[in-house]
């Protein structure tokens, strides 16, 4: 199938260097606010790279719950295979896709977890559909059936009826550190705006225009 006709045309607005706040942080709040507005399916959604020992790059879709000054923080299960490979290396890069919007916003650092505290403290927060959820699927691993899932999930919602659902230890956080963020606005004639975002040992952010 030959669909080298397919091409949009970019044509919202330029992005210029005064355009942006000092912190990428507050500017990623700004942008992330206007996709909100938009009415954006999933505006916290993001493509998720990591790497492992096998030299192997992985990407999936996870969710963003909340970013501060310190990072952008999501949760997983920790037996999960992005989890191993960010056991193996925690080199990552993250990338936000708004393209009703065109723009995206390109994330890389490091990521940890959080303490056990914040973890919980989401953890409470989920439906108990999710809470549920995230006992019953062992991410990643092979299984026969969705059937069996369903049968899994139908056990251990009974064994947990009208109870607390207690919180897994093999389920948190991990927050990512940024140390470079990149912010894409597509422009007409594919001369899009990027401005990059790089920390420095000062604890600054040093802003630079790329080439698109």
């Not at 030959?2 to 330029?14: L, M, P, W």
């Not at 938009?38 to 790279?49: K, V, Y």
């Not at 993250?94 to 490091?110: D, N, Y």
């Not at 403290?121 to 959820?133: E, N, V």
Request: net charge positive.
């Amino acid at each position: 199938m030959d669909i080298s006709d397919i091409r949009g045309k970019y044509t919202t607005k330029n992005l210029d260097i005064n355009d942006l706040n000092k912190s990428p942080f507050k500017q990623f709040e700004i942008w992330f606010n206007d996709a909100m507005n938009e009415n954006l399916l999933e505006p916290n959604a993001f493509t998720f790279a990591t790497v492992g020992n096998e030299m192997m790059p992985s990407v999936r879709t996870v969710l963003l719950k909340y970013f501060s000054e310190k990072g952008f923080v999501f949760f997983t299960n920790y037996d999960s295979k992005k989890a191993k490979q960010i056991d193996q290396n925690p080199k990552v890069a993250a990338l936000f896709t708004w393209l009703p919007l065109e723009r995206q916003i390109k994330i890389e650092g490091s990521v940890e977890k959080i303490s056990k505290a914040e973890s919980l403290k989401y953890f409470l927060s989920r439906p108990k559909g999710s809470q549920l959820g995230a006992w019953v699927s062992r991410q990643s691993e092979v299984i026969s059936s969705r059937a069996l899932l369903e049968q899994k999930f139908e056990e251990m919602k009974n064994k947990f009826l009208n109870k607390e659902i207690p919180f897994p230890s093999f389920w948190g956080g991990y927050i990512i550190k940024p140390i470079r963020i990149e912010f894409w606005q597509g422009g007409e004639d594919r001369l899009h705006d990027r401005f990059l975002y790089e920390f420095k040992e000062d604890n600054s952010w040093e802003i630079k225009r790329l080439a698109p």
